[in-house]
């Protein structure tokens, strides 16, 4: 049965279960699951920690229409020298820009985005933003919960890790939690034994830490002091000429390098 909307308020063992308080009313359930983001209740009421640190540095993100000669069935990575700008292109011609920046505003307009653009995106011709769509801002979190089962209470997606959005993994490892939990769950009410559920977490926890570290780094690099960045460009340029190379880090960035790891 679906219930919306709705607040989890309350969360306490009862038997080989738990019990729920959900808008004044209880709810009994064989398992609970936390997939409530990354201020999740269920994993604070579960006492389940959330260790990590968050970066100073504040993003743009913003959907905008614009008038440009970019192609529109690819992204575009420009490393420029004030920081780098992510152009991607999405459905029915709008364009999601997200960028580093000192002091992001709340809610960024298309003076401020025409200006990002000109400063970072194409030089020879160059982008004019003819409509802002949905503009915000936004700090990166590096995170993962202790653990992401205590008895009948389970962890997926930001519930149990949020990280850079650099790489754009986190709704794919998102979505590989929520099949592979989806899955061992079944086969327990299905009759399978609970260790199951410990292999879920065993196998899906190292996977997130994976996917932290490697968005992390991407972050770093990134974001690098101005000095070091025409380094950082040649390396990049070399790496994207090594067929290997090009290949190991498309499936590391496409998160296809854990698919062996996802039972279903």
Do not use: K
């Not at 607040?7 to 409530?36: E, H, P, Y």
């Not at 913003?62 to 152009?87: K, N, Q, T």
């Amino acid at each position: 049965q679906v219930r919306r909307p709705c607040q989890l308020t309350g969360l306490s063992r009862a038997g080989d279960g738990m019990l729920a308080q959900v808008d004044g009313a209880a709810l009994r359930a064989r398992f609970v699951v936390g997939a409530d983001g990354l201020h999740s209740t269920v994993r604070q009421l579960a006492g389940i920690g959330f260790t990590g640190s968050s970066d100073e540095e504040s993003f743009v993100l913003a959907d905008v229409r614009v008038r440009s000669v970019l192609p529109r069935d690819e992204a575009a990575l420009f490393l420029a020298r004030p920081g780098p700008l992510v152009w991607a292109p999405l459905p029915g011609g709008v364009v999601r820009l997200v960028a580093a920046v000192a002091d992001a505003p709340p809610e960024p307009d298309a003076t401020y985005l025409q200006a990002l653009l000109d400063e970072r995106g194409p030089a020879r011709r160059p982008d004019r933003v003819t409509e802002v769509l949905w503009g915000s801002r936004f700090r990166v979190h590096h995170r993962i919960a202790d653990t992401f089962r205590v008895g009948p209470v389970l962890l997926a997606g930001d519930a149990g890790h949020v990280h850079s959005p650099a790489g754009g993994q986190g709704m794919n490892l998102g979505i590989c939690d929520a099949v592979a939990l989806g899955t061992a769950v079944a086969d327990v009410l299905d009759g399978g034994p609970e260790t199951l559920l410990d292999d879920y977490t065993a196998r899906q926890r190292p996977m997130a830490e994976d996917v932290l570290s490697f968005a992390a780094g991407l972050t770093r690099m990134a974001g690098v002091s101005p000095a070091r960045r025409p380094a950082r460009d040649v390396l990049l340029r070399l790496l994207g000429a090594v067929p290997p190379a090009r290949r190991r880090i498309a499936l590391r960035l496409s998160g296809l390098s854990h698919r062996e790891r996802t039972p279903g």
